[in-house]
Nanobody, 118 residues
Framework: QVQLVESGGGLVQPGGSLRLSCAASGSIFSIYPTGWYRQAPGKQRELVAALTSGGSTNYADSVKGRFTISRDNAKNTVYLQMNSLKPEDTAVYYC????????????WGQGTQVTVSS
């Protein structure tokens, strides 16, 4: 079993910052992180920041220059640093990992709520 646990969400004012964490545990020897997604009420889940197999990163246009994805392999944790937050960043944020032995298998955490409001 693989468990992904997100943390770090909360209420922040516009212009503020948050750092989300996603800690992996369990049978993680064959998994690799793919990135962070978010889902706002009434909208589809969208990719926010991605980690590629080559170690590079990609970002949605809406967050470029404001969000940074990183990983700490020693801690089995992926981070999402979010700066200059806007009300439209309000959503539940999820991290995703994939099974390297069977890439049809995805793992998701329970999500962490980010609310940007004054």
């Amino acid at each position: 079993q693989v468990q992904l646990v997100e943390s770090g969400g909360g209420l922040v004012q516009p212009g503020g910052s948050l750092r989300l964490s996603c800690a992996a545990s369990g049978s993680i020897f064959s998994i690799y992180p793919t990135g962070w997604y978010r889902q706002a009420p009434g909208k589809q889940r969208e990719l926010v920041a991605a980690l590629t197999s080559g170690g590079s990163t990609n970002y949605a246009d809406s967050v470029k220059g404001r969000f940074t994805i990183s990983r700490d392999n020693a801690k089995n944790t992926v981070y999402l640093q979010m700066n200059s937050l806007k009300p439209e960043d309000t959503a539940v944020y999820y991290c995703n990992a994939r099974n390297g032995l069977d890439r049809r298998i995805d793992y998701w955490g329970q999500g962490t709520q980010v609310t940007v409001s004054s």
